[in-house]
């Protein structure tokens, strides 16, 4: 268990609709970072966090955002959500915003859209 | 740009076989490198890394992994094989800059491990 809480597991939705993906980091630890695993495209980073400011995008779609809140739980926002968009989501956190800090992963939440 | 290759995508071995598990690397500087782990349906688990100072690291579960600047890789090596190793493997290099972090990966080389 690395501390890392994701909710839900499991999400299906239809195309076009809006979900919401939640995050809780490790006890301490001030940076979020989300990333997408999907069949064609991999392992992704789409956005990283650190004490509620956005810090670093990576391949994060318009479609897409994530904010950090003041408990520093974080939320991924899917809008116009599209067939391509089924992946497996996963949340991240680490101490610090850079360095060689490790990052400790969440168990994911799996999106379906049909 | 930075990229991180891993050329074989299946990989089946017979418990107790040794194992290697290759991972290149396309980095302009000095790379942070990581081996995640990925068993079905679970998130990834560190299982080592590689920041500086010994080429040869140790990590969990019996892996290390040898960094080597000529030849751009971290592969990744057991000497003997469990059943329980059978799991998705990514090499990734970490990019470190400006106050922000995150990780490329590789594509991840799924391993079998037959009884």
């Known amino acids: 268990d690395s501390g890392v809480t994701q909710t839900p597991k499991h999400l299906i939705t239809a195309t076009g609709q809006r979900v919401t993906l939640r995050c809780s980091p490790r006890s301490g630890d001030l940076s979020v970072y989300w990333y997408q695993q999907s069949l064609d495209q991999g392992l992704q980073f789409l956005i990283q966090?650190?004490?509620?400011?956005?810090?670093a995008k990576g391949n994060i779609l318009e479609r897409f955002s994530a904010q950090q809140f003041p408990d520093l739980h974080s939320e991924l926002n899917l809008s116009s959500l599209e067939l391509g968009d089924s992946a497996l989501y996963f949340c991240?956190?680490?101490?610090?915003?850079?360095?060689?800090?490790?990052?400790?992963f969440g168990p994911g939440t799996r999106l379906t859209v049909t | 740009a930075q990229s991180v290759t891993q050329p074989d995508i299946h990989i089946t071995v017979s418990e107790g076989a040794s194992l290697e598990l290759r991972c290149n690397y396309s980095y302009g500087a000095t790379p942070y490198l990581f081996w995640y782990v990925q068993s079905p349906g679970q998130g990834l688990q560190l299982l080592l890394k590689?920041?500086?100072?010994?080429?040869l690291v140790q990590g969990i579960k019996g892996f290390e992994a040898e960094f080597k600047r000529s030849q751009s890789s971290f592969n990744l090596r057991k000497p003997s094989v469990h059943w329980s190793d059978s799991a998705e493997y990514f090499c990734a290099v970490g990019m470190f800059s400006g106050g922000y972090n995150k990780l490329i990966f590789g594509a991840g080389t799924r391993l079998a491990v037959h009884p």
């Open positions: 991240a956190s680490s101490a610090q915003a850079s360095g060689s800090g490790e990052q400790y």
């Open positions: 966090y650190y004490n509620g400011e956005e810090r």
């Open positions: 590689y920041f500086s100072g010994d080429t």
